[in-house]
């Protein structure tokens, strides 16, 4: 049985861990994602201030109780040229892959898009990697579409 909850400073080592989960994955894509030596310490600051911050949402995941996955979301301001200047962003979302393929994204996603809800937020962005194909088919899959495609390539030297 899973069980989707707010995060709370009791689930920072929890999150942490799905955390670098999350970017091992993201690393075997790509160099860009390595970390640097002392990212773990950087993260924990960044998640505990993210934690006591109303503007952003940790949700974790367990099932039988054994944590299995977490999920991130924001209230970005975009810059005042656009109509849409307040949105969500799903910033980060993680389940372990021996809970893939069970409904439980799915339901991260819903948690993160209740809560933006509740802040009135009528639309939703997020970023993902583009060797990342299973995870452009889940979004793909939950609705989203391609609206710009971030580029990147090493500085001349």
Do not use: C
């Not at 091992?24 to 998640?47: G, I, N, T, V």
């Not at 849409?84 to 996603?109: A, D, H």
């Amino acid at each position: 049985m899973s069980l989707i909850r707010t995060a709370t400073l009791k689930d920072v080592e929890i999150i942490i861990q799905l955390w670098k989960e999350m970017m091992k994955y993201h690393s075997e894509m790509s160099p860009l994602f390595y970390l640097a030596e002392d990212s773990e310490k950087y993260y924990r600051m960044y998640l505990v201030n993210s934690l006591n911050n109303p503007e952003v949402l940790y949700t974790v995941s367990e099932n039988d109780g054994f944590p299995s996955g977490y999920a991130r979301g924001s209230i970005v301001n975009r810059a005042p040229i656009f109509e849409k200047r307040r949105i969500g962003m799903i910033n980060e979302i993680f389940v372990l892959p021996q809970f893939r393929n069970s409904g439980l994204g799915r339901e991260l996603t819903k948690s993160l898009t209740k809560w933006f809800n509740t802040k009135g937020i009528e639309y939703i962005e997020l970023e993902v990697a583009w060797e990342n194909k299973a995870g452009i088919g889940f979004w793909k899959r939950l609705g989203f579409t391609n609206f710009k495609i971030k580029m990147s390539r090493e500085n001349d030297k």
